[in-house]
């Protein structure tokens, strides 16, 4: 069974930093491409970042660019969002997503996780 | 970065009813779009894929259609299980983007 466990978030301070973390489970997590993709309460989805299977492309929502950065280990089957400089607006559920066909560079998500929550608070 | 518009953002209807929500490109992304449906305290559930192809296991009262700059999300015979808030997201090109959402609510 595919499954993609998210972790890490949790209360940080303004300008802080956090790291999230998700576990791919049930799927040769290599050989697809993942994303993050966040949704503060009672809004809508917002995409954060992608990162193809291969390393090649890596992008961000311009909200984020230059403060997150996406990584994955393929050894541990995890895909990482290291977030700095943190801001009230960041605050929102976390999802990690995976795209739905292996290998490729452009798709939809048909799997995602259940979410951590990112609250940015003094 | 492409922008995506989806409309109606509330939607009321009946049980049996045929409801189309509309998505809008703010530049061509030929077929690559996607369209989820959203429950309360859940993830995203990816019901269509490029435009108009069906999700395994999606039931097939859920149809869509479109191309370029245009789509639809068209559910013939509303079930009780289908109120939720539905997005479209475009993956022709990064940034990705999401639409603001369609909630379809009990009439």
């Known amino acids: 069974e595919v499954n993609l466990v998210e972790s890490g978030g949790g209360l940080a301070q303004p300008g802080r930093s956090l790291r999230l973390s998700c576990a791919g489970s049930?799927?040769?997590?290599?050989?697809?491409?993942m994303h993050w993709v966040r949704q503060s309460p009672g809004k809508g989805l917002e995409w954060v970042s992608g990162i193809t299977w291969n390393n090649y492309v890596i992008d961000y929502a311009k909200s984020v660019k230059g403060r997150f950065i996406i990584s994955r280990d393929t050894a541990k089957n995890s895909l990482y969002l290291q977030m700095d400089s943190l801001r009230p607006e960041d605050s929102a559920l976390y999802y990690c997503?995976?795209?739905?066909?292996?290998?490729?560079?452009?798709?939809?998500?048909?799997?995602w996780g259940q979410g951590t929550m990112v609250t940015v608070a003094s | 970065d492409i922008q995506m518009t989806q409309s109606p953002s509330t939607l009321s209807a009946s049980v049996g009813d045929r409801v189309t929500i509309t998505c809008r490109a703010s530049q061509n992304i030929r077929s690559w779009l996607a369209w989820y449906q959203q429950k309360p305290g859940k993830a995203p559930k990816l019901l269509i894929y490029?435009?108009?192809s069906l999700e395994s296991g999606v039931p097939s009262r859920f149809s869509a259609s479109g191309s370029g700059t245009e789509f639809t999300l068209t559910i013939s015979g509303l079930q009780p299980d289908d109120f939720a808030t539905f997005y479209c997201q475009q993956y022709n090109d990064y940034p990705y983007s999401f639409g603001q959402g369609t909630k379809l609510e009990i009439k």
């Open positions: 049930g799927f040769t997590f290599g050989d697809y491409t």
């Open positions: 490029k435009a108009s």
């Open positions: 997503a995976k795209d739905r066909s292996s290998g490729g560079i452009r798709d939809s998500f048909d799997m």
